[in-house]
């Protein structure tokens, strides 16, 4: 087969590691040949050097994406597809903007347009609400005229995508942790050395609303007040939200690193000593899975997502409550038990997950099934 996996509107967040993880699996899936359209977040940490032959590459820069940019990225991406004229179109993360001629196959990433009920529509002010219900219904949109069959994570997320798409083509497919994980390098540290037997609780993400860091400022008081002064929370935002969100203020209790590439994130974990992810909605993060392979017990919302990817493997607080968060923490650092159970159990959890080489061939057999149906 002759395919296009398609990346060009990719800039930043885990979707870039999905891309980057599913490109690399597919060296091992020979007799196809590979065209890659790479967005400005994919380049960044693809080194092109490493694939055989049968990879091509093309650099796409579209920038942040509007409304009136979508016809030019269409008209862009036709333009490739009639070069390159493919059996298949991969888009690893939806939208693509483009309607293709080829069959075309998407992932679907957009947790907040499926989960309704999120504690988060609670924190948008009436303009935002305005705005997200503008881009839901364009983006439902853009998956609804150009996806042959779109790719969930999780049957949950399968279930949601079909009611609010009304499609019968979702395929599950898990995610799991990226191949950086299977050996991971050693990188320079990134914080200081410990001291007074601190803790580290990592959140490993880009800046979005919903991912929820703002409830740290209120947990790392109620932390305080407790008496827990050892507990660091380690960040890779910009330096521009940390400062609006924390400030000097909490410069002890709350790091940003900053962005940090993916192959350099299980070096981070090392550095740190639990996961701690506020989320209030996801299709799947793929920080649960790297947590449980690195061995970092988890701290996370309570809400069904989060439950259909982690199971027994987490401790669960109450969404937007930092007073249960503080509860949930120091029951973790108080009970050494506990956090090896939590280990163990996400060991056991991580058969669950499709492996990076399952993953990609049940990609390439989905395409294979909507080229076959598409001639009949």
Known sequence: MKIIINTSTLRFGGAIQVSLSFIRECREITGNEYHILVGRGVHNSLLKDEFPSNFYFYDIDFGPVTLFQTRRIGRILSNYEKEIRPDCIITTSGPSYWHSISPHLMGYNLGLYIYPESPFMGL????????????????????RRDATAI???????????????????????SNTYNDFYHKPRKY?????????????FITISS?????????LPELCD????????????????????????????????????GPVKPEECPSLYQE????????????FSASYPEAMVMKKPIV????????????????YFEAMNPSAAAVAIEHLVENPDLRNQLVENGLNRLKHFDS??????KIISVCKLIINEGKN
């Open 356 to 361: 990076r080489k399952d993953r990609a061939d």
């Open 151 to 173: 790719i969930a994570q999780t049957d949950i997320v399968n279930n949601r995508v079909r009611k609010a798409l009304g499609k019968d083509k979702v395929f599950t497919i």
């Open 222 to 257: 109620i932390l305080e007040q407790h008496g827990y002064k050892n507990i660091q929370f380690v960040l890779t935002i910009d330096k521009e939200n940390y400062q609006r969100i924390f400030g000097e203020k909490y410069a002890r209790q709350v790091i940003t690193v």
């Open 300 to 315: 996370t919302t309570d809400l069904d997502f989060a439950r259909s990817i982690c199971d027994n493997a987490a401790l």
């Open 188 to 200: 320079p540290e990134r914080l200081p050395e410990k001291t007074d037997g601190s803790l580290r």
């Open 272 to 283: 740190c000593d639990f996961l701690f992810l506020p989320t209030l909605a996801e299709c």
């Open 124 to 143: 948008m002010s009436p303009y935002r609400k305005i705005r997200y219900y503008l881009k839901r219904r364009l983006h439902f949109y853009f998956f």
């Open 207 to 215: 800046y979005y609303y919903h991912k929820n860091i703002e409830i």
